[in-house]
């Protein structure tokens, strides 16, 4: 379950920050997302993103937590880094650090260029549990952050949510189709901290090589389809996933956004607060910490 929770975590970085960052500035984002399993909490991710006029990095914690944490304890971090002016082609770094019950292990892939990336994993992955991706699948992809870098630099949600990705994170080379399904207004609560009017999309995964061999049914299931709702936030409108959700065979997975900060750091390295647009974010206390007013 835990990969489960890792590809719906991922899935949250797809909208990270979709402006281009203005002339002689650096854009940075916090937001913090719980995941709950069956109504359950079972997991936290922090994510952290940097983007310049001409590059991004993006930094992702997440920790198994609740009762998941005593069945199948993980935590994993990912870091990535490129370009904005060609996400898929510039050089570009992905590092994928986890442990899954008690064992450790770290993928690094290295682009130069739109070729096949330079893999690292160690340990290496029994041959029994995954075959390798051919070399002829892992060239021209995207690692799973630039990906998402690609897509959250489109300019609007019906651009933010379209088209396949071709992904390759090392072990595993899928097809991230992603589309618009419609409008939603949603309210805060004590789960989440956003309220106001958001985009509907879906993605779907389809495993083309390296999938696991060892699932519960003895055979490489098929991930779930998630649903993900998306908002505008940040002094450029940029769009950010509010709420998550995937139903799976033995329960519903579902993530809210439990914080969110952007801002702007300008030429004298001053930062400077966003606006949040389109809604508003409580605190937990449920008292008032930004409000959303279009502009």
């Known amino acids: 379950m835990s990969h489960r929770l890792s590809k ?6 797809l ?7 203005q002339a002689g500035e650096t854009v940075n984002g916090r937001l913090g997302y719980r995941a709950y399993f069956g109504g359950l ?4 991710m922090m994510t952290i993103v940097t983007l310049t006029p001409l590059n991004y990095r993006v930094s992702t914690n997440s920790r198994s937590t609740g009762f998941l944490d005593y069945l199948l304890p993980f935590t ?28 450790w292990q770290e993928i690094r892939l ?22 390798p991706v ?24 019906g651009s933010v949510c379209s088209g396949t990705l071709p992904v390759f994170n090392g072990k595993t080379r899928a097809d991230i189709t992603l589309s618009h399904t419609g409008h939603e207004a949603l309210k805060a609560n004590n789960y989440s901290v956003f309220s106001g009017p958001a985009e509907k999309c879906e993605a779907r995964y389809r495993t083309l090589a390296g999938g696991y ?21 940040g002094p450029l409108g940029s769009w950010a996933p509010v709420r998550l959700q995937a139903e799976i065979a033995r329960a519903s997975i579902v993530v809210h956004l439990t914080q969110a900060t952007t801002g702007n750091v300008n030429r004298l390295g001053l930062q400077r607060k966003s606006s949040v647009r389109g809604g508003s974010l409580i605190n937990r206390d449920n008292t008032t910490n930004a409000i959303m007013g279009a502009k």
């Open 76 to 103: 994993s971090r990912t870091f990535g880094r490129g370009s904005v002016i060609d996400p898929k082609n510039g050089d570009r770094g992905f590092i994928l650090d986890s442990v899954f019950r008690g064992k």
């Open 8 to 13: 719906v975590f991922l899935t949250s970085l």
């Open 41 to 44: 909490a079972a997991a936290d």
């Open 213 to 233: 061999k060892k699932s519960w049914l003895r055979r490489d299931e098929p991930p779930p389809v998630i649903h993900f709702w998306i908002a505008p936030i």
């Open 110 to 131: 290295e682009y130069s260029g739109g070729g096949a990336p330079r893999v690292s994993i160690n340990p290496a992955i029994p041959i029994e549990d995954r075959d």
């Open 134 to 157: 051919p070399h002829n699948l892992r060239s021209a992809t995207f690692d799973p952050i630039s990906a998402f870098i690609t897509i959250a630099l489109q300019k609007d949600a």
């Open 15 to 21: 909208v990270l920050v979709s402006g281009y960052a």
